[in-house]
Every structure is written in C-alpha cells, then in structure tokens.
C-alpha cells in the first residue's frame, strides 16, 4: 500500500469518526435549541398576552427584609481584591448585608488590601492554615465564621451569595436575591464576561460561551426539570438550603476536594429536593441588559486552558465518579451533556488530523501525485448534513453573542469558533492528565483584573 493510499484510508476514517460523533452532538443541540424557541413562542401565546414581562426594578418594590451575607474567597488577589470591594460597597442596593472575604494566614498582602477598605460591612476572615489549598475549603471556613457571628449577633442570614475577587456586581442583586431566595433555595443570575480589547481571540471566546449558554442552555435545563448548577459568582444560597446541605455532609456545605464546589452544589441542592433557579431579568422596562455578575475573564491561552483544565476536569471527570447520574430524565440529560466535553475535544482533534491529511493529499496532487480516492457515500452524506448543522449553530452562536454584545461582536464569534476548539482540545489534555495524577491538590486558580482598571463598561 502506497503511503498516499494509506494517508487517504486513515484521513477518512478520522472523518467518519468525527462525523458521526459531530452528528449525535449537533442533534443533541438541536433539541435545545427546538425546546428553547417552543418555550419562547408557547410564552409569547400564553403567559405575556396576560401579564407583561417581569423586570428587576418592579420585581424588587419595597423595603428589603433579610440580612443578605456575601462571601468572598481570596488567594494572592491583593492586585484586585480592594478595588472590588469598594466598587461593590459603592453599587449595591440594599440596607442590610455584610461582605465576608477569607483570607490565608501566609497572605498577608491580601490581608492588608482587604483590611485597608474601612468599612463596618467588611470583615475579613482569616483561613487558619497556609493556602492555598482550595476555594471551597476556603468557603467552609467563611461558612464556619457565619455560623458564629449569627450567634454571637443573634441573628440569621437570608441567604449567602457568593462573588469572586474580581466581581463587578449589578446594584439590584441583593434585593433580587432577598426577594426570590423566600421561593427557591438557590438562585443563580447570568454571567457576562466583559470583552477585552486587547484579546479579541481569547477572552473573546468566553463572551461568545456564556451569551449563549446563559441565554439559552440554562433556560432549557430548568424548563426540563434539572438543576441548575452554580457559577460560583452571581448567586445565591438560601440560609435553610445552605444549612441543610452542610447538615448532610458534616458540616462543610462545599465539597473541599472539588475544582468545581460550585456546579456540584447546585446538583447537590437539586438532589435534597430544593427548588434551583435561573433568573434572567432586565433591570427596568424594555432594557436590553441583565441583572447580571460581569468581570473579566483569562485573556491569554495558557491561563484560559488552565481554567478550562479545572472546569473539565471538576466536571466531566471527578464529577462523573462524586456524583454519578441520580434524577430525573432531564437531569440525566443534562448531566450527559455536561460530562460530553472530553469526548468533543477527541472528535475536534479527529476532525482538524482528518482536514490537515486531506489537505496534504491535494497539495500533492497539484504537485503531481495521483488524486486521493474520493469519500464514500455514507462520509460525504454525513458531511453535507454536518455542514448544514455546522451553518445553525453559527447562526445560533452569531444571534445570541450579538444580542449581549452587539452585531460586530457577534460576527467576530464565527472566527472565534476555532480559538474555543483549540483552547477545549489543550485543556481537555491538561486534565486528563491531572485527573490520571489523581487531580489538583490546590487552588488552581488565574490572575484577575478589575474591570474598574481596564475601563471596561457594561455589555
């Protein structure tokens, strides 16, 4: 066998291994997306013929009433951590919360930047060990203090929300949290990266990500009956979830040996029966934006395969053996859907060596070479109907990317596909390697900026 021959025979069973596995995910797509839009259209039939759509600003008429406690985990964020408080202290709208950030005992520069914003609703709690070890070990601890200082101040919290170091909170979110947390037991608002115009490619693609996985697949999920995971920003626990998911496991609501505390307290809650929510609202009347967490997100390769080394291995890998497929038809849909990322790097990867072998097949042709054999019938139906799929999911990802950021945003999206496969197929190997490793040990944590320094402004 010629080696061109045997480069022809393997570059097309690469292609029909990614074709077919394209096909079930695009169909898999597909019905999200067919349920989304009969959601949206049975809604626009039905619920807004009777009743205008609900915004923020009326859903939150009228005086607060719970003690809302934010908690905020810090390692190594001195750069960031007291320009973020200070933005928050200045934007909510609420009477009553307080903003506990956990620090490490061998972090003394965060200490002091958190300890420089005087503020009686600051109080900065240090983690008795050297860190880092993880977020959620870290949040236990700040857990931990609460359950203290509601003693000591004779009073309970609402609900505990939780924010990142580098957060850039909505002004309504308390009263929004305060409000909906007496219905559910946790709440999760969207999240909307802010674009970064020193890197179109890379931060770019997480823009692209959530505008439309909190635009739409969060939506579906809970229309479905499954739980909603947490983003670990923008969310909120209420104080009866939150005590009796620590109550189930000894005291530690967060699951301390997970990169992933967040999505796998939303599945947890979910599976002690609590309501999980997903709230998108616009602030007033016929505004576009949300009420919605923002912040920049990792803007160079490497710190964004790192980030996405944490989520796929938190999620489709640990999270496959912690917390198995228990629920419902929906929850085990979705949970298959989660734990998919691994196998879809494995078929990108099958996908670009099947394009690049081809490419040199016909390169040697135009040399001289004898043409490659042409795909079989079943290859080259698989491709047109692929590429049909391919052109709607563009259009899914142009639509919902220029609806948060703008039509030129939603265009550079397409580009940008290639640039979240390249980042999906190194982090997919990064983990796989760390989960054979037995996993991360520690805070695998990026750099932050706050927007406040880039003079970002709200998508």
């Given amino acids: 066998m010629s080696l061109q021959l045997a480069m022809a025979e393997l570059a097309a069973e690469l292609a029909l291994f990614a074709a077919l596995g394209f096909l079930l995910f695009s ?130 919290a609402r609900a505990v929300v939780l924010h990142d170091a580098e957060d850039l909170v909505h002004p309504l979110e308390l009263r929004l949290f305060d409000r909906l947390t007496a219905r559910a037991g946790m709440v999760q608002l969207p999240v909307v990266p802010l674009p970064d115009h020193t890197s179109h490619w890379v931060a770019g693609h997480y823009c692209d990500e959530f505008a439309e996985s909190h635009g739409k697949e969060l939506v579906v999920r809970e229309a479905v009956g499954a739980s909603i995971p947490l983003a670990g920003v923008g ?31 939303g ?20 505004q576009r934006g949300v009420v919605a967490s923002r912040g920049h997100f990792p803007s160079n390769l490497g710190a964004a395969v790192r980030q996405k080394a944490r989520w796929l291995g938190g999620i489709a890998f640990a999270g496959w053996d912690r917390l198995g497929w228990s629920g419902g038809l929906g929850e085990r849909w979705f949970r ?12 990108l990867l099958a996908g670009y060596l099947s394009g690049l072998l081809w490419a040199q097949l016909w390169f040697a042709a135009q040399l001289g070479a004898p043409l490659p054999p042409q795909p079989s019938p079943l290859l080259a139906g698989l491709l047109q109907i692929n590429f049909a799929l391919l052109l709607w ?23 940008r596909i290639v640039t979240a496969n390249l980042i999906a197929i190194l982090a997919t190997g990064r983990a796989l390697f760390l989960h054979a490793g037995g996993g991360p040990r520690q805070w695998d944590k990026t750099d932050h900026v706050f927007p406040a320094a880039t003079g970002a402004a709200r998508p």
């Fill in 27 to 156: 169909l898999d797509d597909l019905l999200v997306d067919i349920i989304y839009f009969a959601r949206r259209l049975w809604r626009a039939m039905t619920v807004y013929r009777r009743h205008r759509p609900g915004d923020a600003r009326s859903l939150t008429d009228g005086a607060a009433t719970g003690w809302m406690v934010v908690m905020i985990p810090a390692w190594d964020e001195s750069a960031v951590i007291g320009a973020m408080l200070r933005s928050t202290l200045q934007s909510f709208d609420h009477p009553d919360y307080t903003l506990l950030v956990g620090y490490y005992r061998n972090d003394p520069a965060t200490r002091l930047a958190i300890e420089a914003v005087t503020d009686p609703r600051v109080m900065a709690i240090e983690v008795p060990h050297d860190g880092p070890t993880t977020k959620a070990d870290c949040l236990n601890e700040l857990y931990a203090f609460l359950l203290r200082h509601e003693v000591a101040s004779g009073r309970q």
């Fill in 235 to 265: 969310c909120a626990i209420s104080r009866g979830a939150i005590a009796r998911l620590a109550e189930a496991h000894g005291g530690r609501p967060f699951a301390g040996g997970s990169m992933t505390e967040d999505y796998e307290m």
């Fill in 267 to 286: 599945l947890r809650l979910g599976a002690l029966g609590e309501r999980t929510i997903f709230v998108r609202l616009p602030e007033s009347p016929g």
């Fill in 336 to 347: 298959l859907r989660d734990r998919r990322g691994p196998f879809a790097a494995l078929l």
């Fill in 393 to 415: 999911r563009i259009l899914m990802r142009v639509g919902f990317t220029s609806h948060v950021y703008g039509f030129g945003e939603g265009l550079a999206a397409v580009p």
